[in-house]
């Protein structure tokens, strides 16, 4: 699956996930067509492969974030009864996709990459910045990266004028595998809210599956496997 969608640019890249059936949401296709792969990626950007963007870490593979984009969509868009969605990007790498989710939140909208390693932090900030549209997303404050570590979440307090804010998260994306479903994280789902989370089920990292973690509107919480990846782990940061 992982070379299928491979393209010679950008928008033949979108247009081979939607033929392959990885990308059916057409919000999700506008949003992959605005944001160029080539800024994050440093090579082969318009392969459906991860690449590596040092510290040990990767781009996820195209087809990855068509996936993750599409089943956190309905709680990543605004709607009357969310009209500033807040989202959490965890491991933000290349910033890829934090980007491509601040394409999705609407005027009022909020996404926070945070990542543990501060060199990653800024790399996602510095190719955000190569494109005028990102530069516009960092500048009107609809997207921000922050260091720490990502299993204790993050607080971003609402912002001054911001309507149904709160300091949750309406949609949570973890983009490194998690040992486990970290309390924390899981407190500050709004309700309802949905994370998606790669989790080490047996904790070698030989079985790690995707999991959709759904709050209701009264707090209930229901786990959905969705299907079996391979992710670099949540850690703490090298010394
Ligand atoms: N979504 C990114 C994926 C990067 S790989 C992209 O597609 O570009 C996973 C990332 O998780 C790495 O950048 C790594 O530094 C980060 N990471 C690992 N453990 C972390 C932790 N405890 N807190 C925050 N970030 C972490």
Do not use: C
């Amino acid at each position: 699956m992982a070379w299928r969608s491979t393209g010679v640019s950008n928008s033949e890249l979108v247009e081979n996930l939607v033929r392959n059936g990885m990308m059916k949401d057409p919000r999700v296709k506008a949003a992959f067509l605005k944001v160029d792969r080539a800024h994050y990626s440093p090579r082969s950007p318009y392969e459906d492969a991860p690449q590596s963007i040092g510290h040990s870490a990767t781009i996820s593979a195209p087809h990855m974030h068509a996936t993750a984009t599409e089943n956190l969509i309905d709680y990543i868009v605004p709607t009357d009864a969310r009209p500033a969605p807040r989202v959490l990007d965890i491991g933000s790498g290349s910033g890829y996709l934090t980007h491509l989710m601040a394409e999705l939140v609407g005027d009022k909208g909020l996404v926070v990459g945070v990542e543990h390693i501060r060199e990653l932090k800024e790399l996602g900030e510095k190719n955000m910045a190569k494109g005028a549209d990102g530069r516009a997303l960092l500048d009107s404050g609809r997207v921000k990266f922050g260091v720490g570590d990502g299993r204790k979440g993050w607080v971003e307090p609402a912002r001054e004028g911001e309507e149904g804010g709160g300091e949750g998260w309406d949609a949570i994306h973890v983009g490194a595998s998690a040992k486990e479903v970290h309390e924390e994280l899981l407190s500050q789902l709004k309700s309802p809210g949905r994370m998606f989370i790669p989790v080490d089920d047996d904790g070698a990292g030989w079985s790690q599956h995707v999991w959709n973690i759904d709050k209701d509107e009264n707090g209930n919480i229901s786990r959905k496997r969705l299907f079996g990846v391979r992710y670099v782990p949540l850690t703490d940061p090298p010394v």
